[in-house]
């Protein structure tokens, strides 16, 4: 039986930057639900919102101090329950944001156990002396290169507390039975209010070395993807079993891919799991071909790809790619546009991160607007709707004074210029979505690499009732595709592709072609 979290695409929103409702710069629950029709025009099976959770925002909501509640800046629980409502009435599944690693420094958890090493949830986080010399217990580092050690003082009781990434968002002691017991009630909280799904914030951090050893000198890290990752990620999976038909995927940032694959073996892990070998690829059909073959040959027969190229982490595709080789740029729109070809045409579930659907490049956002400790601004500007000659400078964002610089060219790559405009990226993702919500050989048909000569990556899916193949060129040069028999061209993502150019693909063009004999 083919899963919800199988069929179409699953829309990243970044809920501070996709709509403001009550003009206050910064994006809300009731913005999102006012452009649910953008995210039934994109024919999405889920939404997942980055976390709306009341928070410091000292992470921009990834720092949680009540886990099992709304911010005010985004809107009240009745709201997610409406907004959960609307969406189901559409067909569209609601996955949130659950951040097990760590809490807010202002959760009660941690204000009580910085508050004395006898309190009784002193134990909930990772509390250590320090070194001898007087500095941190081990040389673990955060996330975020300008946070520097993963470990910070406290002066009232003396000891130094874990932080894998801010200061602010001390990591939780899964070691703790109580801590799994409560993080795994915060689960049944959101599933049990009828949410279909969690994406699993930094999941490989869930297990480090008990020990706390040091990673110099060792031939693997300590701080992360320990051994016991997987016998936690099982615990929870038995609990979102408890409910039927919801699904989790993990953030499993990790650059090797048989350890991300481990997280999905077995059939009692993830359902799903981001892929961050694959955001790392450099444009180059050679290095696409060998991640795919790599996930098909190390992933059980079961377990189910999820493809995507970007999220609120990451420089945004077309401003990534836009750079070819041995010359100045201009190549991110087209490419942007393959990438939403390939993704949809790959066997497994497609993530589209909000605005990557307008092809959408990184904001430039000079250095006294910069917010994010990690440099994550631009891939985060608010949505543009519609032009700002009509609508003002928010955009149709926001009528307020937005909290980041929007895309420089918001006029020309505004949802409602898009929407009027055939050859728009707009228009060809929604096009490539009707295509794939219409075609079971898409969502699950095999999958067979094809040998189409250097620089173009070339599949086949099929089933009994159809065959299809898809064709990316990755060089900037046009290149013959060779295909036995008659074909129909479904879809190419170059708006100005000459009619009857049959079996060519032009600079960046990516194709979707029907065989004849399917
Ligand atoms: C994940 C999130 C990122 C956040 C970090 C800490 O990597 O995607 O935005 O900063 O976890 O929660």
């Known amino acids: ?90 067909g569209i599944r609601v996955v949130l944001d659950w951040v097990p690693n760590h809490t807010s420094d202002q959760h009660p958890w941690f204000l009580a156990s910085r508050s004395s090493r006898e309190d009784p949830r002193r134990d909930w986080y990772v509390w250590r002396d320090g070194a001898p010399d007087g500095g941190p217990p081990n040389d673990w580092r955060s996330e975020f290169a300008a946070v520097g050690p993963a470990w910070t003082h406290d002066e009232r009781t003396g000891q130094w507390y874990l932080h894998s990434y801010t200061p602010q968002q001390p990591d939780l002691d899964w070691e703790n039975p109580a801590v799994e017991a409560a993080m795994h009630d915060v689960v049944r909280f959101w599933l049990g209010r009828g949410v279909d799904g969690l994406r699993i914030d930094a999941l490989q951090r869930l297990a480090k070395d008990p020990l706390l050893r040091s990673n110099a000198g060792s031939d693997r890290r300590h701080d992360q993807d320990w051994e016991t990752a997987h016998e936690r990620l ?41 892929n961050f070998v694959f955001v790392h690829l450099p444009w180059d059909a050679e290095a696409f071909r060998a991640a795919i073959e790599e996930f098909e040959a190390l992933a059980e027969p079961e377990a189910w790809p999820a493809w995507f190229l970007g999220n609120h982490d990451h420089s945004r595709i077309a401003t990534r790619y836009d750079i070819g080789d041995g010359d100045d740029g201009g190549h991110g729109p087209a490419r942007a546009r ?27 956002v000079p250095p006294d607007r910069v917010v994010d400790v990690d440099g994550r601004d631009p891939e985060r500007a608010p949505l543009p709707w519609r ?85 990316v060129n990755f060089t900037s040069e046009p290149r013959p595709l060779p295909v036995d028999g008659e074909a129909t061209l479904l879809v190419s993502t170059d708006p100005g592709r000459p009619p009857g150019r049959d079996v060519e693909l032009g600079p960046d063009e990516a194709v979707l072609l029907r065989l004849a004999g399917g």
């Open 1 to 90: 039986m083919t899963e919800w979290w199988q069929r179409g695409a699953v829309y990243q929103v970044y809920p501070r930057s996709f709509a403001d409702s009550d003009g206050d710069g910064v994006g809300d629950l009731r913005g999102l639900r006012a452009h649910l029709d953008h995210l039934a025009g994109l024919s999405v099976a889920a939404v997942w919102l980055s976390p709306v959770f009341p928070s410091p925002m000292a992470d921009f909501g990834y720092d949680v101090s009540d886990l099992c509640d709304v911010d005010p800046l985004f809107g009240t629980l009745a709201d997610l329950d409406d907004l959960v409502a609307d969406c189901h009435a559409r």
């Open 338 to 364: 393959a990438v939403a070809l390939l993704l949809t045409a790959l066997r497994g579930t497609p993530f589209l991160y909000q605005g990557d659907e307008l092809g959408l490049p990184d904001a430039v």
């Open 234 to 274: 099982r615990g929870i999976r038995r609990v979102v079993d408890e409910f039927p038909d919801r699904m989790i995927v993990g953030e499993v940032y990790l650059l090797d891919l048989p350890r991300v694959v481990a997280y999905l073996a077995g059939g009692d892990q993830l359902h799903l799991a981001h």
């Open 387 to 471: 032009p700002p000659s009509v609508a003002g400078p928010g955009a149709g964002f926001t009528t307020g004074d937005p909290w980041l610089p929007l895309v420089a060219d918001a006029e020309r790559l505004c949802v409602e210029r898009q929407a009027a405009d055939a050859s728009s990226t707009l228009s060809l993702v929604r096009r490539l979505a009707a295509l794939r919500a219409g075609s079971p050989t898409l969502q699950t048909g095999r999958q067979r690499m094809v040998d189409a000569g250097p620089g173009v990556l070339a599949w086949l899916r099929e089933d009994d009732d159809d065959r299809l193949l898809a064709a």
